[in-house]
């Protein structure tokens, strides 16, 4: 059975496919302790799921394993000195810095779909069975879950490692009742490594294995919806959109893989945009922009408050004009939030 669910999942686009039990309690402790250490920031729902993260059966009553699934999202024309390239664009002041998985299709409609697919071809092997289908959108420790599945590890920057792929992948899962053979764990290969703790720009990752999701860029500019605290806006550089640098360090990801799907090729407009060229986009354009993206859900308003940050940035590293003309033909305008990240962005540019 494993072999033909691996075969199908590899025509689905999937590159590595594992089955896991549902007994997590060993895992509880360390999400108690993350939770009480408020290093959930302002994502309420981590709190309120509390346990349930870690306890599949009380997600999906009857749920006796999980089938995890990997996707690798490297776009299909990526370069081999990708890494390279991505760290020439952290260091160009003036550039916009999109992470690599937000670049394409939003990745939540690919997987679902696709894990759908799947799991209608179980059924039609072996006949009804209870299921559910989820890709980052349920309370279930998904790195977790894909590590005693075999496909991968948690790396000390927690996000999940294999030899062959890197952390370049997405995650997805589908809760089934029935008893299927688990698969082998896949046991940790970071050793003393420490590149990805000390790639952090805001060193939010505080010790191995241990993210304060308070100090993430991606949290920041994603998930945080007020403004960002002022200590830590001059490390999120020229970065609108996530943070690649953990996962651009770690040398694991020398075997990241393209994906064979056309769904995260990079969308116009999005790999090798200015800043002031994004900073140009009206709500309008920025809905048409990012339709069918990730990006889109974060808003108009997020949009333009990390722009902002990005654009003070880049005027204090290169005091050009036209950085500063452009954010103050849009103070005026702009909502309350973003009118703070505009001052702070204009202050960027006094003399020192």
């Known amino acids: ?67 995890t699934v990997r996707a690798d999202y490297l776009p299909r024309d990526t370069p081999a000195d990708w890494r390279a390239v991505e760290w020439r664009r952290l260091g160009a002041p003036e550039q916009a810095a999109v992470s690599i998985y937000a670049r394409g299709r939003d990745y939540h409609k690919v997987l679902r779909s696709r894990l759908q697919q799947l799991a209608d071809a179980l059924a039609s092997w072996v006949g009804p069975y209870g299921h559910r289908v989820f890709t980052d959108s349920a309370p279930l420790l998904e790195v977790e879950l894909a590590s005693r599945a075999g496909t991968g590890w948690r790396g000390k920057h927690t996000l999940a490692l294999a030899r062959d792929a890197g952390s370049m992948y997405f995650l997805g899962e589908i809760c089934v009742d029935l008893p299927l053979p688990v698969t082998p764990p896949e046991s940790g290969h970071c050793g003393h490594c420490t590149a990805c703790i000390d790639a952090c720009p805001t060193r939010a990752i505080v010790a191995p294995y241990r993210l304060d999701a308070r100090r993430c860029i991606s949290y920041l500019t994603i998930e945080h919806d007020g403004p960002i605290p002022v200590e830590l806006r001059a490390p999120i550089g020229n970065r609108v959109y996530g943070c690649d640098d953990c996962q651009l360090a770690c040398p694991w990801n020398k075997y990241a893989r393209r994906s064979p799907l056309p769904d995260f090729d990079v969308r116009e407009g999005l790999a090798d945009a200015t800043l002031l060229e994004l900073w140009c986009w009206d709500e309008a354009e920025f809905l048409r922009r990012t339709e069918g993206s990730a990006i889109r859900r974060i808003g108009h308003e997020r949009w333009r408050r990390n722009l902002a940050v990005a654009l003070g940035n880049a005027l204090r590293a290169t005091g050009h004009a036209a950085i500063a003309q452009a954010l103050l033909e849009a103070r005026d305008t702009a909502s309350p939030l973003v009118r703070e990240h505009i001052d702070w962005a204009l202050a960027q540019g006094e003399p020192r």
């Open 1 to 67: 059975m494993l072999a033909r669910l691996r075969a199908h999942a590899t025509a689905l686009g999937f590159s590595q496919i594992g089955i896991a039990g549902v007994d997590l309690s060993d895992a509880e402790p360390g999400l108690a302790a993350w939770l009480a250490e408020g290093w959930h920031g302002r994502m309420d729902y981590m709190q309120r799921h509390g346990m349930k993260r870690a306890r599949p059966a009380e997600l999906v009553p009857g749920t006796l394993r999980v089938i």
